[in-house]
């Protein structure tokens, strides 16, 4: 009844597993399965989870002495023991309560022990002992002594995918037994160690799940010394006592196992040498260090991982001679790594110490003769220089030593990388699948070493890949990293310095190179040659020998957000590029150029500050032609803002602010056709627009060009260029000189108070046309009323050549500069002799960004030594004076300044003193007939002929509005007309 509800049971069992499985496809596992029969607890094997205890067959012990054994004579099993078909004891169920369940010894043929299930009583699964060739596979051994057990002079042997738990003494036991391989087992819940390997050498044991025993694996020499044991990739966890314990034992090396939470050491080494700690992850030893190594030398502690350890790692005991490099060792609840008395001559190099005991015991030095440096402590970052390096970091410890030279970044060194095809990205077991959802990923390194081509170097790949968060370096000779014909690859946040060429890229496609650090390099930051549609954005390039940025035969290249300074070329170097794209960079304290374009066309600038360079802000040489640039920002470079050079044509140069360069605003040398509008020119130390050299047929309009120490504009020996609607303001010298030159035409521009106290120009060129300008100080009159003032304007050069039609207000692009004019008296000008109450009146004066004008009339009548006010806060251009309150006299001058509402000022006089004239009377009647007579009187007085009208319309009466001259009525239609238009283009800017 009993065997008929346990069948039933395992029934049940499977069939909810069957169920279960429809709905994922992973394996669901049984177990603690309680039989009466066997009083005990059975768990099934997860590689036979689905195999009912029906399937296995009922065999009693197995007892082999002699090969013969397999055979016929005794137990005949399936195979001819030969390594191609081996005896095979499989799909048996043993379970004895009296001796060893399989025992096999000194044989010399093949066999495997398969698919078995084994339960015993104190007594041992599988003992072998003195065999050469077998393989335990498949099993599930549980509740006997010992699961497996090599008892001795056992070699060859695979033990794999086994299932040993609930034993009371040890899982896998292995006695003076070499070159045998355990692998993939499940190794748990044994009362003694999951595996161990005592006085037995040359083994391997890998891909195995060891937890909840005891030790999770033991090796011992039991005084004599092991050798040359791998324990790899296991997963070893949970155990009362220490992970992985080495006693006695030499060139163990112990790689990728992840060894947490066991109750005392991740790892323990005591007594030996030449041992390889490497790749591990040590997790959550909080009792105790994550690796303890005492009476031990010449071990190598590389690539681990240590965290949430008591000590991360600690040497105690007689230690000499190690090597610690590149760990990771953090949140170690007393310190991180710690050298007791003995511990001496250790190297500890490229580790990565982060918040041990809070950030204040990172390392603790108390031997002697210990070295530590290029680690990185994650509080003492400091990187002034950008050499990746910081100062000193102070030791905790006796011996008051330092890490001499500690990084300011968080990286693990790396050998050079090099990649020549999409299969090396498999080879060198970089992670990832090189798809664009899951790239290649190279990070968190630090390359310090490099072969001829490079620290790293891919060429001739397929596959998607990532470089990011490195700090690389190709040693001064070698570059930090070069991409031949590759594409699709992200090059991010890494340090690269310290390279002969920080980024080279040859023939490599769609790269995007963001957010880098590149700087102190022997060349170039970055060299891009034959490469499209690459994306530079975001990086800080500086102090490299050569140029920042070094870009020949790309095409549709986007260089977007960069920093880049102090290069002892220029910041970027264009050569035969097509189509880049160069936007909002920031580029400064070059010691030749800030952007460089040689041979190169319809590229872009936009946006861009290129300011305190060496010598230009950008140079244009060699048949760059149909380049745009536009909004950019050159200032206080040490030459030139923008320079021409040599057959440089048909570029636009519109809206930029030039300004503050120690020698010209733009240079054009040998450059024709090139559209140079919208530009402000500000305060270069000598000329803002200068031409040499047969540049021809330029445009130049709609730009406002002031404050210069020599010319607003010069030309020298160059011929059909067109100046229209430019502003050219405050100029020391000329407005605009023609040195030589012919053909070149200058209309409809502003001049403003350039050469003050002479004339705005100067021609001594041939056949120069300069024709409807405006001159500030040459305006009136104007008494046809045609807009063009009656005389012309005459300017300075050999060629006595003139305008002969000079504008009375000025052009438009005055809106693109913010400036007054000045307001001019018109009435009383100086020569009238006025009584009674006058009107005065000005030109008005135009705030060229339209804000509110208003006026302040003062007169003097000491011709000009004090003055009066008479009115303030005046918005009309003219007012009413009584002159009767002022005393008589011939020294009187009249002054109107106009005030913006933002603080621009300008004031205009009368040209010369007028005269006041008003007699008294000692009655009312007789004043106001003498005042009458005389107002009569004044309207008869012989005026000069340009303001006899205008006097006589303002003298004959004092009664009542008076009516304004044609003149008058004609210059205030036009004031109207012009702040009409002013106000209409105003509204449609800024709309």
Same mark, same amino acid.
């Given at each position: 009844?009993?065997?008929?509800?346990?069948?039933?049971?395992?029934?049940?069992?499977?069939?909810?597993?069957?169920?279960?499985?429809?709905?994922?496809?992973?394996?669901?596992?049984?177990?603690?399965?309680?039989?009466?029969?066997?009083?005990?607890?059975?768990?099934?094997?997860?590689?036979?989870?689905?195999?009912?205890?029906?399937?296995?067959?009922?065999?009693?012990?197995?007892?082999?002495?002699?090969?013969?054994?397999?055979?016929?004579?005794?137990?005949?099993?399936?195979?001819?023991?030969?390594?191609?078909?081996?005896?095979?004891?499989?799909?048996?169920?043993?379970?004895?309560?009296?001796?060893?369940?399989?025992?096999?010894?000194?044989?010399?043929?093949?066999?495997?022990?398969?698919?078995?299930?084994?339960?015993?009583?104190?007594?041992?699964?599988?003992?072998?002992?003195?065999?050469?060739?077998?393989?335990?596979?498949?099993?599930?051994?549980?509740?006997?002594?010992?699961?497996?057990?090599?008892?001795?002079?056992?070699?060859?042997?695979?033990?794999?995918?086994?299932?040993?738990?609930?034993?009371?003494?040890?899982?896998?036991?292995?006695?003076?037994?070499?070159?045998?391989? +355990?692998? @993939? =087992? *499940?190794?748990?819940? !044994?009362?003694?160690? %999951?595996?161990?390997?005592?006085?037995? $050498? &040359? /083994?391997? #044991?890998?891909?195995?799940?060891?937890?909840?025993?005891?030790?999770?694996?033991?090796?011992?020499?039991?005084?004599?010394?092991?050798?040359?044991?791998?324990?790899?990739?296991?997963?070893?966890?949970?155990?009362?006592?220490?992970?992985?314990?080495?006693?006695?034992?030499?060139?163990?090396? +112990?790689? @990728? =196992? *992840?060894?947490?939470? !066991?109750?005392?050491? %991740?790892?323990?080494?005591?007594?030996? $040498? &030449? /041992?390889? #700690?490497?790749?591990?992850?040590?997790?959550?030893?909080?009792?105790?260090?994550?690796?303890?190594?005492?009476?031990?030398?010449?071990?190598?502690?590389?690539?681990?991982?240590?965290?949430?350890?008591?000590?991360?790692?600690?040497?105690?005991?007689?230690?000499?001679?190690?090597?610690?490099?590149?760990?990771?060792?953090?949140?170690?609840?007393?310190?991180?790594?710690?050298?007791?008395?003995?511990?001496?001559?250790?190297?500890?190099?490229?580790?990565?110490?982060?918040?041990?005991?809070?950030?204040?015991?990172?390392?603790?030095?108390?031997?002697?003769?210990?070295?530590?440096?290029?680690?990185?402590?994650?509080?003492?970052?400091?990187?002034?220089?950008?050499?990746?390096?910081?100062?000193?970091?102070?030791?905790?410890?006796?011996?008051?030593?330092?890490?001499?030279?500690?990084?300011?970044?968080?990286?693990?060194?790396?050998?050079?990388?090099?990649?020549?095809?999409?299969?090396?990205?498999?080879?060198?077991?970089?992670?990832?699948?090189?798809?664009?959802?899951?790239?290649?990923?190279?990070?968190?390194?630090?390359?310090?070493?490099?072969?001829?081509?490079?620290?790293?170097?891919?060429?001739?790949?397929?596959?998607?890949?990532?470089?990011?968060?490195?700090?690389?370096?190709?040693?001064?000779?070698?570059?930090?990293?070069?991409?031949?014909?590759?594409?699709?690859?992200?090059?991010?946040?890494?340090?690269?310095?310290?390279?002969?060429?920080?980024?080279?890229?040859?023939?490599?496609?769609?790269?995007?190179?963001?957010?880098?650090?590149?700087?102190?390099?022997?060349?170039?930051?970055?060299?891009?040659?034959?490469?499209?549609?690459?994306?530079?954005?975001?990086?800080?390039?500086?102090?490299?020998?050569?140029?920042?940025?070094?870009?020949?035969?790309?095409?549709?290249?986007?260089?977007?957000?960069?920093?880049?300074?102090?290069?002892?070329?220029?910041?970027?170097?264009?050569?035969?590029?097509?189509?880049?794209?160069?936007?909002?960079?920031?580029?400064?304290?070059?010691?030749?150029?800030?952007?460089?374009?040689?041979?190169?066309?319809?590229?872009?600038?936009?946006?861009?500050?290129?300011?305190?360079?060496?010598?230009?802000?950008?140079?244009?040489?060699?048949?760059?032609?149909?380049?745009?640039?536009?909004?950019?920002?050159?200032?206080?470079?040490?030459?030139?803002?923008?320079?021409?050079?040599?057959?440089?044509?048909?570029?636009?140069?519109?809206?930029?602010?030039?300004?503050?360069?120690?020698?010209?605003?733009?240079?054009?040398?040998?450059?024709?056709?090139?559209?140079?509008?919208?530009?402000?020119?500000?305060?270069?130390?000598?000329?803002?627009?200068?031409?040499?050299?047969?540049?021809?047929?330029?445009?130049?309009?709609?730009?406002?060009?002031?404050?210069?120490?020599?010319?607003?504009?010069?030309?020298?020996?160059?011929?059909?260029?067109?100046?229209?609607?430019?502003?050219?303001?405050?100029?020391?010298?000329?407005?605009?000189?023609?040195?030589?030159?012919?053909?070149?035409?200058?209309?409809?521009?502003?001049?403003?108070?350039?050469?003050?106290?002479?004339?705005?120009?100067?021609?001594?060129?041939?056949?120069?046309?300069?024709?409807?300008?405006?001159?500030?100080?040459?305006?009136?009159?104007?008494?046809?009323?045609?807009?063009?003032?009656?005389?012309?304007?005459?300017?300075?050069?050999?060629?006595?050549?003139?305008?002969?039609?000079?504008?009375?207000?000025?052009?438009?692009?005055?809106?693109?500069?913010?400036?007054?004019?000045?307001?001019?008296?018109?009435?009383?000008?100086?020569?009238?002799?006025?009584?009674?109450?006058?009107?005065?009146?000005?030109?008005?004066?135009?705030?060229?960004?339209?804000?509110?004008?208003?006026?302040?009339?003062?007169?003097?009548?000491?011709?000009?030594?004090?003055?009066?006010?008479?009115?303030?806060?005046?918005?009309?251009?003219?007012?009413?004076?009584?002159?009767?309150?002022?005393?008589?006299?011939?020294?009187?001058?009249?002054?109107?300044?106009?005030?913006?509402?933002?603080?621009?000022?300008?004031?205009?006089?009368?040209?010369?003193?007028?005269?006041?004239?008003?007699?008294?009377?000692?009655?009312?009647?007789?004043?106001?007939?003498?005042?009458?007579?005389?107002?009569?009187?004044?309207?008869?007085?012989?005026?000069?002929?340009?303001?006899?009208?205008?006097?006589?319309?303002?003298?004959?009466?004092?009664?009542?509005?008076?009516?304004?001259?044609?003149?008058?009525?004609?210059?205030?239609?036009?004031?109207?007309?012009?702040?009409?238009?002013?106000?209409?283009?105003?509204?449609?800017?800024?709309?």
């Amino acid at each position: 009844m009993k065997l008929h509800k346990n069948f039933i049971r395992i029934i049940f069992l499977m069939t909810l597993f069957l169920i279960t499985s429809s709905f994922c496809s992973q394996k669901f596992f049984l177990s603690e399965f309680s039989t009466d029969q066997t009083n005990s607890i059975l768990h099934l094997n997860p590689i036979a989870s689905v195999k009912s205890l029906t399937s296995y067959t009922p065999h009693p012990t197995i007892d082999i002495d002699l090969d013969s054994d397999f055979g016929p004579s005794v137990y005949d099993f399936n195979g001819s023991g030969t390594i191609n078909d081996p005896y095979r004891i499989e799909d048996f169920n043993i379970t004895e309560k009296a001796s060893n369940l399989i025992d096999i010894q000194d044989t010399t043929v093949y066999f495997k022990i398969s698919n078995c299930w084994l339960r015993g009583n104190n007594f041992i699964g599988i003992r072998l002992r003195n065999i050469k060739h077998a393989i335990i596979e498949n099993n599930i051994i549980n509740n006997c002594s010992d699961g497996i057990k090599l008892d001795f002079a056992n070699s060859n042997i695979t033990i794999k995918n086994n299932t040993c738990e609930y034993n009371t003494n040890y899982g896998v036991n292995l006695g003076g037994s070499d070159n045998n391989t +355990i692998q @993939n =087992n *499940t190794i748990r819940h !044994n009362d003694n160690d %999951g595996l161990l390997l005592l006085d037995s $050498e &040359n /083994n391997t #044991i890998i891909n195995n799940t060891i937890t909840n025993n005891r030790y999770g694996v033991y090796l011992d020499g039991d005084g004599a010394y092991l050798n040359l044991n791998r324990v790899i990739n296991n997963t070893i966890t949970n155990h009362t006592d220490y992970g992985i314990n080495v006693q006695h034992g030499n060139d163990t090396i +112990i790689t @990728n =196992n *992840t060894i947490s939470h !066991n109750s005392k050491f %991740g790892i323990n080494l005591r007594y030996g $040498e &030449n /041992n390889t #700690i490497t790749r591990n992850t040590i997790l959550y030893h909080t009792s105790m260090p994550g690796i303890s190594v005492s009476y031990m030398s010449n071990c190598t502690f590389v690539d681990n991982t240590l965290s949430n350890n008591r000590y991360g790692i600690k040497l105690e005991g007689y230690c000499i001679n190690h090597t610690i490099s590149n760990n990771s060792i953090s949140n170690s609840t007393f310190c991180g790594l710690y050298l007791e008395s003995n511990a001496n001559n250790t190297r500890v190099t490229w580790n990565e110490f982060y918040y041990n005991y809070l950030g204040s015991r990172q390392a603790e030095d108390h031997g002697e003769n210990n070295t530590f440096c290029f680690n990185y402590w994650n509080e003492w970052t400091n990187d002034s220089d950008y050499d990746g390096f910081t100062n000193p970091y102070p030791l905790r410890g006796s011996t008051y030593n330092n890490d001499s030279c500690p990084r300011a970044y968080p990286y693990r060194k790396h050998g050079p990388i090099e990649i020549w095809q999409d299969s090396d990205f498999e080879t060198l077991r970089i992670p990832g699948q090189g798809t664009s959802e899951e790239p290649y990923l190279i990070e968190n390194y630090y390359f310090n070493e490099s072969t001829i081509r490079g620290a790293i170097f891919i060429k001739d790949t397929t596959k998607y890949f990532i470089i990011r968060n490195n700090v690389i370096t190709g040693g001064d000779i070698h570059n930090g990293l070069w991409l031949q014909n590759v594409a699709d690859e992200n090059i991010s946040n890494n340090l690269i310095h310290r390279s002969y060429v920080g980024i080279c890229i040859d023939s490599t496609n769609l790269t995007n190179i963001q957010a880098n650090t590149i700087c102190y390099n022997n060349n170039q930051g970055i060299s891009s040659s034959y490469c499209n549609h690459n994306y530079i954005r975001d990086n800080i390039i500086f102090n490299n020998t050569g140029t920042g940025f070094h870009i020949s035969q790309d095409k549709y290249s986007k260089i977007y957000g960069n920093n880049i300074s102090n290069h002892s070329h220029s910041g970027i170097w264009l050569t035969n590029c097509q189509y880049t794209d160069v936007q909002h960079n920031e580029i400064f304290d070059n010691e030749i150029n800030g952007f460089y374009i040689y041979d190169s066309s319809y590229n872009t600038l936009k946006f861009n500050n290129i300011h305190d360079n060496e010598k230009m802000g950008i140079h244009l040489w060699n048949k760059s032609y149909s380049n745009d640039i536009w909004y950019n920002n050159f200032t206080r470079n040490s030459e030139y803002g923008i320079y021409l050079y040599d057959q440089t044509s048909n570029n636009s140069i519109s809206n930029n602010s030039i300004s503050f360069n120690q020698v010209d605003g733009i240079y054009f040398y040998k450059s024709s056709y090139n559209n140079i509008s919208f530009n402000e020119i500000v305060g270069n130390s000598q000329t803002g627009i200068h031409f040499t050299e047969c540049s021809e047929y330029n445009n130049i309009f709609g730009n406002t060009i002031k404050n210069h120490n020599h010319n607003g504009i010069s030309l020298a020996n160059s011929n059909d260029n067109i100046f229209t609607n430019n502003t050219i303001h405050l100029s020391i010298q000329n407005g605009i000189i023609i040195i030589s030159g012919s053909n070149n035409k200058i209309q409809w521009n502003n001049f403003l108070e350039n050469n003050v106290g002479g004339k705005q120009a100067s021609d001594s060129g041939t056949s120069n046309t300069v024709t409807k300008n405006y001159w500030n100080e040459w305006r009136i009159p104007d008494t046809n009323t045609d807009g063009f003032v009656d005389g012309y304007y005459g300017l300075w050069g050999t060629t006595d050549n003139k305008d002969l039609y000079p504008l009375i207000t000025p052009v438009l692009p005055i809106l693109y500069l913010h400036y007054l004019t000045t307001p001019v008296v018109l009435s009383p000008n100086g020569g009238e002799t006025l009584s009674g109450a006058i009107t005065i009146h000005w030109y008005a004066a135009i705030d060229s960004k339209d804000h509110p004008v208003t006026y302040e009339v003062y007169y003097s009548s000491d011709g000009g030594t004090t003055w009066n006010l008479i009115s303030a806060d005046l918005t009309s251009h003219n007012f009413n004076w009584d002159t009767t309150s002022v005393t008589n006299g011939a020294n009187y001058f009249i002054k109107v300044e106009a005030n913006c509402s933002t603080g621009l000022s300008k004031i205009d006089t009368s040209d010369s003193p007028f005269s006041v004239q008003n007699i008294i009377s000692t009655t009312t009647t007789a004043t106001t007939t003498t005042i009458t007579t005389t107002t009569a009187t004044a309207s008869t007085t012989t005026q000069p002929s340009s303001v006899t009208t205008s006097t006589s319309a303002t003298s004959t009466s004092t009664s009542g509005p008076q009516l304004e001259s044609p003149y008058n009525w004609n210059y205030t239609l036009i004031s109207l007309l012009i702040v009409t238009i002013f106000m209409t283009i105003k509204r449609r800017k800024d709309s």
